[in-house]
C-alpha cells in the first residue's frame, strides 16, 4: 500500500470505483474514461509501479492477470479486445501502479 497512490486507494476501498471482480490479488474495474465501449483496467493488490520494476517474484502475478483478459472480456461480451500496459512516462503511464488495460467493443480498433 502506498498512500499516495489512487489506484491503492481504490484497492482499499477508500475511493470508489465501478469494481466488477475482485479476488485475493487483483482488482479489475471500468476505466473512469474509457477509450472504446468497453474498456476495464487489471490491478494488482500489491502496489508496484509499473512493469519495469518487476522482477521474477511477479512472474505469477503477471501470468495471472494476463489471464484474466480474455475470461473478462469474453464475460463482458467482447468478442476481441485489445491489451495495453503503459510503461514509464515516455510510455505514456500517468498512474504508477502497473495495470493492465482491456479495451474493444463496437467497430473494429485502428491499426497501430
Ligand atoms: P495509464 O496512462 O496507463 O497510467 O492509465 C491510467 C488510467 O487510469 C487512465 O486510463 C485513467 O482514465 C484511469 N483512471 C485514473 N483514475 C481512475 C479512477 N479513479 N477510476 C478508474 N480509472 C481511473
Ligand atoms: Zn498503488
Known amino acids: ?9 481504490i484497492v482499499s ?5 465501478n469494481t466488477f471482480y475482485e ?6 474495474f471500468h476505466d473512469i474514461h474509457p477509450i472504446a465501449p468497453v474498456h476495464f ?3 494488482p493488490k500489491l ?3 509499473s512493469l519495469a ?5 511477479h512472474h505469477g502475478l503477471l501470468g495471472k492477470m494476463l489471464l ?15 491489451t495495453m500496459i503503459n510503461t514509464g512516462r515516455e510510455g505514456g503511464q500517468e498512474v504508477f501502479h502497473i495495470h493492465i488495460h482491456v479495451f474493444g ?8
Open 1 to 9: 500500500m502506498n498512500a499516495d497512490c489512487i489506484f491503492c486507494k
Open 13 to 17: 476501498n477508500d475511493i470508489p470505483s
Open 23 to 28: 479476488d485475493e490479488d487483483v482488482v479489475v
Open 41 to 43: 483496467l487489471i490491478v
Open 47 to 49: 502496489h508496484v509501479e
Open 53 to 57: 520494476s518487476c522482477d521474477e517474484t
Open 68 to 82: 484474466l483478459a480474455p475470461k473478462l472480456a469474453t464475460q463482458l461480451g467482447l468478442k476481441g479486445f485489445r
Open 105 to 112: 467493443g463496437g467497430e473494429t480498433l485502428p491499426k497501430i
